[in-house]
């Protein structure tokens, strides 16, 4: 197949896929999607769960699959459109639901246990002596049975009472004993109940508490809270510290009761209140009929004539995770042999309609086969959403734009076509995110935007290398073919060890970041295509025509100054300046530290703005602490454009279930909120999300030291850890330094500069390898010099290219954009420099110090009067560059050599490096001995460490075993 051809083929493909790209993206196509949006873009409610065992389940693939089955149930329940709610690590759930408002009632509705229990109440609620007292009325609470009153006792006597109580072991036990975090001293309970005493302490630490002691109640026994109306926030309160012992015997589970149903009480006798009624199965119906007979023969034992039957009716309570929901009676009279249940029942317990619904919902879908603990929350109003969707679409746009006009303005005709494939590969990436689908969050469009700065970067690598071939006297085809030959191999590894940090950090992240990873990772493959094949195609369709025709058009004409320094001779400087950096770094993180954010310590933040008031951030910090909250800290926002001139943000110490309901308390003080949004993250998320950045790094570390290994030798990959780490302390430093907070943004962005720093570091270590068998009569420090002189325009060409649309993110992004952005501003410029100028130096001592590089150093050190220069001379043996570029010939008949696949000025160079480590050639010496004169003194001993000189050396022609071609009549070239 020609070139012709296979141009033609490729240039054909890409529009194809540029049509179909555009039928996915125009709305209105046949083929069109739509575009799947995060809620930190849509706005709603992000939930993460942590699984526990019960004494029914253990935490298995099996049984969290049932419970995310569940899950999804309860969420379409509650009508949220498009739901995600997928695992996330070995136990942890991750839910999210778009335009939900409400984080509190979400949390309720979708991650309660909802184990809902039927107990016989006065053979189950027990006294001061562990025992059942169906006949006390101090105990039972009478006709006032489950409220608050007669019976109940404060929560922390209830624990402390029921955990001297013996343990019974029956097989119905719920439970295998709970533990509870108190604070003896104020008496009160501070935490749980959780099954052990680790979970306890970590559910203390999640809601910021710190109990004196942890208090274990046997199995066998459960403390529910008193039953209260949910519309009467004074009887709430009440019951908000009234607790009963129950006797963990229970009678009906919810897996005996089916078709629960919201209703109203409109039936004989009834009061219109909503009720919750259900029907029972065939197992169920029998126990139902056996309980509330029991229930109605105890009493009819007491029933006297002319007795009010009511005021003798025993009750049975309905117990749903630790909670009465109600405590009804069977009266002895109307029902003196029980329920049968073959018509249902109902549960009528002060529900409002929404309460009604939720109970009913909770009861279809069953009870979650294992425990739940919310360990992360965020919510993010649509105000906020669309904000940060309209900023992050600008620092886009605005990046994009910066980067075509570079290329446009540094690469002209070959920047026109560098243009045309970011917009092909822009077209294609939309309708790859459509057609995955992608969702796109905030750290996607960063990984998005980034991607921009990958594709330029390819190009520019090889525009520069034809630029460099073209100089060296090709003619333009010849040189386009040659520079995308040789800057295939550099682009490739580093975009390969780009796409392996991106999958490392999708693999190990949390979701937040999983999104910026993914779009990163597909971005640098879809660029490849883009910036590699799709440019190549289009030069060589274009290399005969009048555009590129001239080395000017492709911004590759004399090369005015070049780089001439002695960077190896100054490595001693650039080590002293980054050690002091480095120590300056390394005091302020010692001093100072890293202000992690509650990502790591856990806590909660949120921000709001007010429709109509502007309250204080002393009046917000006093209603927040009248509602239960210790120590919240308020303060104003500035210059957040997102919640605008009146925007405060509050932190505190509380996470979980409690801070759910922040927003609740702020809107019955202060009205409406106009944007709200709120992070909570427990300690075992933030516990997490740090192993997972170590884990990430160190595998990062690990991956890109074997690549490197594996493609040059293993003593180039020590330089390169020696520069990552570089650049990892630098930026940590910058952050102890300015105080900035050290978030997940920030970590995705770490990972990141590993793999950018290592963009450069190829760069330079790939021109070594292509020099060392180049120069062999070199020594290192030349070959690297002169490497370096050679890349060192194409390295800053690609960082400055890179740090454009990061550039745009820190102007024009919202605030976890802007996260992304430093991290990745002060990384990328770190990771420029130390790869050139502490990578390649690193590599050049340590070469240096190998036998056959000794060898070289001395040998020109002798021959230059004790120094060796800072780069190679003809002297040496090495070719010496020209004062100018040679001029393509334009010349059918003169081209370069086709079967050497080099220029004349290339193969010169050739000729004038070859060289051995060995001694002289034995073809040489033959013919010395051969010519000699019997009288002339013999040779001198040669060498063996030298090496050979320029005029020993003797050029065979290969043999050809190949078949002689046929004559190229229109070249005329003789064979």
């Not at 020609?2 to 046949?30: E, F, K, M």
């Not at 049975?316 to 249940?341: H, K, M, T, W």
């Not at 070469?847 to 002798?862: F, G, S, T």
């Not at 490096?913 to 040779?939: C, F, G, L, Y």
């Amino acid at each position: 197949m020609t070139d012709r051809r296979r141009n033609l083929i490729i240039l054909s493909l890409v529009a194809a896929l540029l049509v179909a790209s555009l039928a996915v993206i125009i709305p209105g196509s046949p083929l069109s999607k739509p575009t799947r949006q995060g809620l930190d873009l849509k706005g709603g409610v992000s939930l993460v769960y942590q699984a526990k065992p019960t004494r029914f389940a253990k935490v298995t693939s099996d049984s969290i699959n049932r419970t995310m089955d569940i899950m999804r149930q309860r969420v379409d329940n509650l009508g949220v459109a498009e739901p995600e709610i997928q695992r996330s690590g070995s136990d942890q759930i991750d839910v999210s639901l778009p335009d939900v408002k409400n984080a509190d009632q979400a949390q309720q509705q979708v991650g309660t246990t909802a184990q809902l229990l039927f107990y016989d109440w006065e053979k189950s609620v027990l006294g001061p002596d562990g025992k059942s007292h169906p006949l006390d009325t101090a105990v039972t609470g009478g006709q006032q049975a489950g409220q608050p009153g007669a019976g109940t006792q404060t929560y922390y006597e209830a624990v402390k009472r029921a955990s001297k109580f013996p343990a019974t072991n029956e097989p119905d036990d719920t439970t295998n004993g709970l533990v509870y975090g108190v604070d003896d001293k104020a008496k009160t309970v501070l935490c749980g109940p959780q099954e052990t005493v680790a979970d306890a302490t970590e559910a203390c630490q999640t809601a910021g508490k710190k109990p004196t002691s942890y208090v274990n109640v046997p199995r066998g026994y459960i403390i529910v809270r008193a039953e209260a109306d949910d519309n009467d926030k004074a009887a709430q309160a009440t019951a908000a510290d009234a607790y009963f012992i129950l006797k963990d015997d229970p009678a009906l589970l919810g897996t005996d009761i089916k078709n629960p149903e919201q209703n109203v009480d409109n039936g004989a006798g009834g009061n219109g209140q909503p009720t919750v009624t259900f029907d029972f199965t065939s197992a169920g119906q029998k126990k139902w009929q056996k309980t509330t007979r029991a229930i109605a023969q105890r009493g009819a034992d007491q029933l006297l004539p002319g007795v009010d039957s009511t005021a003798v009716a025993n009750h049975f309570a309905i117990v749903l995770d630790g909670r009465l929901i109600s405590v009804p009676y069977i009266d002895p009279r109307q029902n003196p042999d029980g329920i049968d249940g073959s018509n249902g029942s109902q549960i009528s317990g002060n529900f409002t309609i929404k309460s009604a619904q939720r109970l009913a919902n909770l009861i279809k879908t069953g009870a979650l086969p294992i425990k739940l603990e919310l360990i992360s929350q965020s919510q993010v109003s649509a105000t906020l959403g669309q904000q940060a969707l309209h900023q992050g679409l600008i620092a886009g746009i605005v990046g994009f734009a910066i980067v075509a006009l570079f290329l446009l303005a540094f690469y002209r005709i070959l920047g026109v076509i560098a243009v045309l494939a970011l917009f092909v590969y822009a077209i294609y990436f939309f309708a790859l995110i459509k057609l995955i689908p992608i969702t796109m969050t905030l750290p996607g469009i960063a990984g998005l935007i980034l991607t921009i700065g990958v594709a330029a970067d390819a190009n520019i690598v090889i525009f520069e290398r034809v630029k460099e071939e073209i100089r060296a006297g090709r003619s333009v085809p010849a040189g386009i073919a040659q520079g995308y030959k040789k800057g295939i191999a550099a682009i490739i590894d580093a975009n390969v060890v780009t796409f392996m940090v991106a999958f490392i950090l999708f693999v190990l992240a949390t979701a937040g970041v999983k999104g910026f990873a993914f779009t990163l990772g597909i971005g640098t493959l879809t660029s490849l295509f883009t910036a590699v094949l799709a440019t190549q195609a289009t030069l060589g369709t274009m290399q005969r025509s009048r555009w590129i025709s001239h080395p000017a058009a492709l911004g590759a004409g004399e090369t005015k100054r070049r780089w001439t320094q002695d960077f190896m001779g100054a490595s001693k400087w650039f080590f002293s300046m980054s050690g002091v950096i480095l120590l300056i770094g390394a005091l302020a993180i010692g001093g100072k530290g890293l202000n992690f954010g509650i990502d790591f310590e856990s806590g909660t933040r949120a921000k709001v703005a007010f429709v109509q008031q502007t309250p204080s951030e002393n009046q917000v910090g006093s209603a927040l602490r009248a509602a239960g909250f210790n120590n919240p800290e308020v303060q104003k926002v500035k210059g957040d454009k997102e919640l605008g001139a009146n925007g405060l943000q509050i932190s505190l110490g509380e996470t979980g279930q409690k801070a759910a309901g922040v927003e609740r308390v702020l809107t019955s003080r202060f009205g409406a909120t106009r944007a709200y949004q709120a992070d909570s993250i427990g300690p075992t998320f933030g516990k997490t999300v740090a192993s997972s950045a170590i884990k990430a790094i160190i595998a990062s570390l690990l991956v890109i030291s074997l690549y490197i290994a594996l493609r040059f030798e293993w003593k180039f990959a020590v330089p390169v850890l020696i520069a990552l780490m570089h650049d990892l302390l630098i930026t940590a430093g910058v952050y102890s330094l300015t105080g900035r907070e050290v978030t997940t943004s920030t970590v995705a962005a770490l990972l990141t500069i590993l793999g950018y720093s290592l963009y450069d570091t190829i760069i330079v270590f790939d021109r070594i390898r292509e020099n060392i068998p180049r120069m062999p009569r070199a020594a290192f420090t030349q070959i690297v010099n002169r490497s370096m002189s050679e890349v060192l325009t194409r390295s800053l060409a690609t960082s400055f290219c890179t740090l454009l649309p990061i550039t745009a993110l820190l102007f024009f992004g919202g605030a976890t954009l802007k996260d992304f952005a430093f991290a990745l501003l002060i990384g990328v410029i770190s990771g420029a420099y130390s790869s050139v100028f502490i990578a390649s130096p690193v590599l050049a001592h340590w070469k240096e110090r190998e036998e056959v590089y000794r060898r070289r150093r001395l040998r020109i050190a002798e021959e230059s009067g004790g120094i060796v220069p800072a780069y190679a001379t003809a002297g040496h043996g090495i070719t010496v560059d020209p004062k100018g570029p040679q001029r393509p010939s334009r010349r059918i008949t003169t081209p370069d050599d086709p079967e050497r696949g080099v220029s004349k000025r290339e193969f010169d160079e050739l000729v004038a490096d070859i060289a051995h480590e060995t001694a002289p050639s034995s073809v040489a010496s033959k013919t010395r001995r051969k010519d000699a004169e019997p009288e002339q003194e013999p040779e001198p001993t040669p060498d063996p460490t030298a090496d050979a000189a320029p005029e020993d050396l003797v050029l065979k022609e290969p043999k050809r075993d190949k078949p002689k071609r046929a004559r190229n009549k229109r070249h005329g070239r003789p064979r």
